[in-house]
């Protein structure tokens, strides 16, 4: 059976549990036009999200993972939250009055945050072509001070907090590309920072904060924003969804990983800083897998996912610790598995890298303020692997190293 959609939903029960909904908000993941479904037994309401219809006792892909473990530190402000209220209140305050006039936030500010802002300091140490100072996604910056902001509005319900708030959430808005991609920075400043960032998380913070906000997770559980602000996240984190998946590297026509920069209109990896070349970058494939792992389950959702994780399993290297210290920076370690940072965009070899632009597949290499200055490999996919297999999402080639 295929659907097309007509009407909102207001509750799903699925495999014997209630799932509640907005009118009107549901799932990222069935912006697909048209999915192929199967009678299960289950008993669903009719349904409504952009052109998908789903109908009584059909089985509908909401079934996802829960790899809280693994996104709950894109949700940590305990940077900036005390637990004191009254200091909370006015440290919020302080970061409402250095918040750019486009609505985003500068990384690295809370020395500033100390204090007011004065009229006259700089709000952000990087500019537009045209001298707009650029707000930025980079460092944990605006997501983290909208979280921040949004756990003391729900304290206080201060008005000036709750508008910075939302003026923070129309950058989120206004800064996402048409495709689908968000990039580093808003303004454009010309060069690697305008692509579709997934470096250092960027664009996957993005997507958990929109999905937060739309599900109105804590500390989104209150008035500070309505329905149209989420309706309108909704649709931005589809596109985000789907920019995504359209963006998976494929190698002779099996999907991979994700690079660290992409292209926002072609999809391609791009590079970004001299030591940062296109490629396959393994530790910022491991926030995007997880997330879509929290998605709904449609077809190609599912697919990009375990895609990825299949890619993770084949390329381990079992038996092997990074040491970032050096002077041995891989050391056999039974207990271990790892996974070089960067792998060519058209095949699985990895490689470093250094100011020169240059490959080089040996560490020693590199110059020693790469070597030291860099992390080149890395074992954060144990866990992701480790809840995929426990949760029976996708069955390891064999088990890891304990």
Do not use: C
């Amino acid at each position: 059976m295929k659907f097309n959609v007509k009407k909102s939903v207001k509750w799903i029960a699925f495999s014997g549990m209630a799932i509640t909904l907005t009118t009107g908000l549901v799932s990222p993941s069935w912006a697909a036009a048209e999915q192929n479904v199967t009678d299960a037994g289950a008993s669903v309401t009719q349904a409504v999200y952009n052109d998908a219809n789903v109908y009584k006792n059909t089985v509908v892909p909401l079934a996802s993972v829960n790899v809280s473990s693994l996104l709950d530190k894109y949700r940590d402000f305990s940077k900036f939250s005390t637990g004191n209220t009254s200091k909370d209140t006015t440290l919020a305050l302080n970061i409402v009055s250095w918040q750019l006039p486009h609505g985003g936030f500068f990384k690295a500010m809370e020395k500033n945050y100390k204090s007011k802002w004065d009229g006259k300091a700089a709000r952000s140490t990087w500019k537009s072509k045209d001298g707009v100072e650029l707000g930025t996604f980079d460092n944990e910056a605006t997501t983290t001070e909208i979280r921040f902001l949004a756990d003391v509005y729900k304290k206080t319900k201060n008005k000036d907090i709750k508008n910075s708030v939302q003026k923070a959430v129309d950058f989120v808005l206004t800064s996402q590309y048409s495709s689908g991609a968000w990039p580093q920075v808003y303004p454009k400043r010309g060069n690697y920072s305008d692509a579709a960032t997934y470096n250092d998380d960027a664009m996957v913070r993005v997507m958990v904060l929109a999905d937060d906000i739309v599900n109105k997770r804590q500390p989104f559980d209150s008035d500070i924003l309505d329905n149209t602000y989420r309706s309108r996240l909704q649709q931005a984190l589809n596109k985000g969804v789907q920019y995504t998946l359209k963006a998976q590297i494929v190698n002779n026509g099996t999907p991979t990983i994700w690079g660290a920069q992409h292209d926002p209109v072609t999809y391609e990896s791009v590079p970004a800083r001299a030591f940062e070349l296109a490629s396959k970058t393994t530790t910022e494939s491991v926030g995007i897998t997880a997330f879509l792992m929290s998605q709904p389950q449609t077809t190609e959702v599912k697919k990009a996912a375990q895609s990825a994780l299949k890619w993770f399993d084949t390329n381990r290297i079992d038996g092997m610790k990074y040491n970032r210290q050096g002077p041995e920076f891989f050391q056999k370690d039974a207990s271990s598995v790892m996974w070089y940072r960067f792998y060519n965009v058209e095949d699985n070899k990895y490689f470093f890298s250094d100011r020169d632009g240059k490959k080089y597949t040996d560490i020693m290499k590199i110059s020693e303020e790469r070597r030291l200055g860099y992390a080149w490999a890395g074992s954060q996919a144990k866990s992701l692997l480790k809840l995929a297999s426990e949760s029976g999402y996708y069955k390891l080639s064999k088990p890891l190293p304990q």
